[in-house]
Nanobody
Framework: EVRLVESGGGLVQPGGSLRLSCASS????????MSWARQAPGKGLEWVSS????????AYADSVKGRFTISRDNAKNTLYLQMNSLKPEDTAVYYC?????????????WGQGAQVTIRE
């Protein structure tokens, strides 16, 4: 059974930073690309970033490029998202998902999400 568990969300002020983690189990993490997506209040799912299985290739949505960094530790079966210079519009539930730019449809290959709130 695929299991993805996000952590590290919280409330921060604009301009602050957060680091999300996604602990995985139930599949061979190191052979899969992985992704982060988010859903802001009242909006649909938005792809944020993806990383290749070995970590050599990363892609970002224009809205986060230059502020967010995706990374992974295949020895720890863990995916990360370092978020800097956070803005109120980054407020959302953040999900990790199996695959490189997977379809934006939550299923058993997605985690349950971590809330990130940016406000004064």
């Amino acid at each position: 059974e695929v299991r993805l568990v996000e952590s590290g969300g919280g409330l921060v002020q604009p301009g602050g930073s957060l680091r999300l983690s996604c602990a995985s189990s139930g599949f061979t993490f190191k052979i899969y690309g992985m992704s982060w997506a988010r859903q802001a209040p009242g909006k649909g799912l938005e792809w944020v970033s993806s990383i290749s299985s070995g970590g050599s290739t990363a892609a970002y949505a224009d809205s986060v490029k230059g502020r967010f960094t995706i990374s992974r530790d295949n020895a720890k079966n863990t995916l990360y998202l370092q978020m800097n210079s956070l803005k109120p519009e980054d407020t959302a539930v953040y999900y990790c998902a199996q695959g490189f730019r997977p379809p934006l449809r939550r299923d058993e290959y997605w985690g349950q999400g971590a809330q990130v709130t940016i406000r004064e």
